[in-house]
């Protein structure tokens, strides 16, 4: 029986391909605010504003390429049950070749019929995948809704998080890559890991958790992953 590996990423899992990460020093948190760009408040205000954050940071994902820290988490697949949860809203994960990929903040090739606050919520099955194209005011759903990104906003339920929780507390290895673990309910996650499992987190900065089970590897995700893969085949 194969062993199950938890794999929770950030954005730190993505800045070897060329993406800024949010709260580091340049973070795209920097360059925007994230309140205009990325809640749902600032989507009600100015979609336009929200709609062109989202195309360039689309249109930058269609000339980037996984790095060796998502190709070597796809590879861990050989030897285990690997599950990745993630908070980017990236492809990379799936383009390096992972095939259990679960986003938790959405996905930036992906758009959805824009309900108001007390309509229906959308249906998984309304969800439509625009590759790396541009989406504007005006581009509407079959319904005849404007289409928004799929993307969970700040002020939004996180849908998957249940999923996540339950992924975490059936695993036998929980490893974390890249993220500062600030944004809740993901930061969360790691409490959901039974009692003898093993975490290990792989960031060149400290992360605000701390917990007995816990080995940080103080490295980027490149070479954390190199190190990550002598450990586990011991
Ligand atoms: N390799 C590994 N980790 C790195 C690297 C790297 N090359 N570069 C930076 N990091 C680490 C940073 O030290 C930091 O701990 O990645 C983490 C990035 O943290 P954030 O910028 O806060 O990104 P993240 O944790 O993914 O943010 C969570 O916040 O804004 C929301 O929805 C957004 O999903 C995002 C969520």
């Given at each position: 029986m194969q062993k199950r590996i938890a794999v929770l990423t950030g954005a730190g899992v993505s800045a070897e391909s060329g993406f800024a990460t949010?709260?580091?020093?340049?973070?795209l948190w920097e360059q925007y605010d994230v309140n205009e760009v990325a809640s749902i408040e600032g989507w009600r205000r100015n979609p336009e504003l929200v709609l062109r954050f989202y195309n360039d940071r689309r249109r930058q994902l269609k000339d980037a390429a996984p790095n060796a820290a998502h190709k070597a988490i796809a590879e861990l697949e050989k030897d285990f049950r690997v599950d990745v949860i993630t908070q980017?809203?990236?492809?990379l994960h799936e383009r390096a070749g992972s095939t259990r990929v679960l986003h938790l903040h959405g996905e930036l090739t992906k758009v959805r019929p824009n309900y108001g606050l007390y309509d229906r919520t959308f249906r998984e099955d309304e969800v439509i995948d625009v590759g790396y194209d541009e989406v504007n005011i005006g581009d509407k759903a079959p319904g005849g809704e404007q289409l928004r990104p799929h993307i969970v906003f700040f002020?939004?339920?996180?849908?998957n998080i249940e999923r996540a929780a339950d992924i975490v507390s059936a695993a036998d290895i929980l490893l974390i890559v890249?993220?500062?673990?600030?944004?809740y309910p993901a930061a969360g996650?790691?409490?959901?890991?039974?009692?003898g499992c093993p975490i290990y987190i792989i960031d060149p900065a400290s992360v605000p958790v701390s917990d007995p089970r816990i080995t940080h590897i103080r490295d980027v995700a490149t070479r954390g992953m190199e190190k990550m893969k002598e450990i586990l085949a011991k």
């Open positions: 949010f709260r580091d020093t340049g973070g980017n809203v990236d492809n002020g939004e339920a996180v849908p890249g993220t500062s673990m600030q944004v996650l790691y409490r959901y890991a039974r009692h």
